[in-house]
């Protein structure tokens, strides 16, 4: 699917291998495990609760209890490997499944759910389990597009829309996608027809662009469309997930797509046995998402990621449509606060930092890679996240690793991490990245 992700609309689409496949629709219709392609969307809501990029959480062999009688479930990052002490940032972009499961821990199933269905991924009828943080809930790959256009634009809310725009075969409007009035915008006229000369008139209440549009004479100035999408994420955070999506191109699982030469950002997904690969990529205004697997689901092969085989047909597709694309960076929001730091610690540089280390960090205002937070002293191997904070929990202030310009006082922590890991109802069976 590739998406305008500022209207909603559908640009191009397949979802099938041949004729033989016109009756069933895999890009709209077929629902498949999305894996780590959900994972930015769990990164996005501890953003949105006061997280930061440079929030250090352990990344460390994790168990969790499923219910009596039932073996306790223990996810594993693809490698079976564990880097410890590692920034939010690090976790998106090597797609880290004990991280994952951490901080969704720290945040509660409910409210990573909550994000899912206010994005369009999942709705009511999404069982409320804790395997849907590593993506084992179905989806549809339109609706993933769709909330990472949602991402990419800023926040606000699209639909995806195939359809445009419909007039009959004398050239009146039918049916329009677009439901904005444009006051001044030029009259839609059956074919063959003459524009007369009228008086201006009132705008009717259909409005909008094309039929019943005011007919008053055209000026050259540009006609301002308000913008009537609903704010569905915050601004700010929306930025920092979408730099971080960078991020997996730069430094993570996607970093053939750089030899396109363009400002991409993107997440790999892979499923249990590879019976899914994903690629969900963008840049400032294209949105392109592709999914392979079989319809009846089983392995595409002994380590075939979404990195492998997903991507290639994401990178062969830009490798056509870049010519048509003006080179631009990812839009910043008013607020956010570009901050030099280590990429590998989240931490401002220190004169042996090494040149290729040093990036800009997209900060809120109030926030500093000084300001840790909770999980700073994670490297004590440790998460108290059913206790609260106190100063003393805190790493010494002599300790080389930790230099605060200030002591953290508790009550600056984000609520929403002090609370308890809440008891997930079921599992499944987990173990997706």
Not at 68 to 87: F, I, V
Not at 208 to 233: H, K, M, Q, W, Y
Request: with cysteine; net charge neutral; aromatic share 8%.
């Amino acid at each position: 699917v590739v998406m305008d992700p500022h209207t909603g609309r559908v640009l191009a689409m397949v979802g099938g291998t041949g004729f033989r496949n016109r009756d069933f629709n895999r890009a709209t219709q077929a629902k498949r495990q999305p894996g780590s392609a959900f994972k930015p969307f769990v990164y996005l809501t501890g953003l949105e609760n006061g997280l930061s990029p440079s929030y250090i959480i352990v990344d460390g062999p994790v168990s969790l209890y499923q219910g009596a009688g039932l073996p306790l479930w223990t996810p594993k990052n693809y490698h079976n490997d564990y880097l410890g002490p590692t920034t939010l940032r690090i976790g998106v972009e090597k797609s880290r499944n004990a991280m994952t499961v951490r901080l969704s821990q720290m945040l509660g199933i409910d409210r990573v759910l909550e994000m899912g269905r206010r994005l369009g991924i999942y709705d009511e009828r999404t069982p409320r389990n804790f395997s849907i943080i590593l993506g084992s809930a179905e989806t549809k790959l339109i609706n993933m597009a769709m909330a990472y256009s949602i991402v990419v634009n800023g926040g606000k809310r699209v639909t995806p829309t195939l359809v445009e725009r419909i007039q009959d075969r004398h050239g009146k409007l039918v049916f329009r996608s677009d439901q904005r009035a444009c006051p001044g915008c030029q009259e839609s006229l059956p074919a063959g027809e003459e524009k007369k000369e009228e008086k201006p008139k009132e705008e009717t209440a259909s409005g909008g662009i094309g039929e019943g549009v005011s007919t008053a004479p055209l000026s050259n100035e540009v006609p301002i469309i308000p913008d009537a999408r609903e704010t569905v994420v915050d601004p700010l955070s929306s930025y920092q997930i979408v730099s971080i999506l960078e991020g997996v191109v730069q430094h993570g699982t996607a970093q053939r797509a750089k030899a396109l030469g363009l400002t991409v950002g993107g997440k790999t997904g892979t499923t249990n046995d590879s019976r899914d690969v994903w690629f969900m990529g963008f840049t400032p205004d294209l949105v392109v998402g592709t999914y392979i697997g079989f319809d009846q689901p089983r392995s595409l092969g002994e380590k075939e990621t979404g990195g492998s085989t997903a991507l290639p047909a994401f990178i062969r597709f830009f490798e056509q449509a870049k010519a048509d694309i003006q080179p631009q960076p990812f839009r910043i929001p008013p607020g956010i606060h570009l901050i030099k730091i280590n990429h590998d610690t989240g931490r401002y540089p220190s004169p042996g930092t090494p040149p290729g280390k040093i990036m800009f960090e997209a900060f809120k205002p109030g926030t500093s890679p000084d300001q840790r937070g909770f999980l700073d002293f994670a490297h004590r191997g440790q998460i108290p996240a059913d206790v609260p904070i106190s100063p003393g929990d805190l790493p010494p202030q002599d300790d080389p690793a930790y230099r605060p310009s200030a002591p953290i006082n508790p009550e600056d922590i984000p609520s929403a991490v002090n609370a308890p890991p809440e008891a997930p109802s079921t599992m499944g069976t987990g173990g997706l990245y």
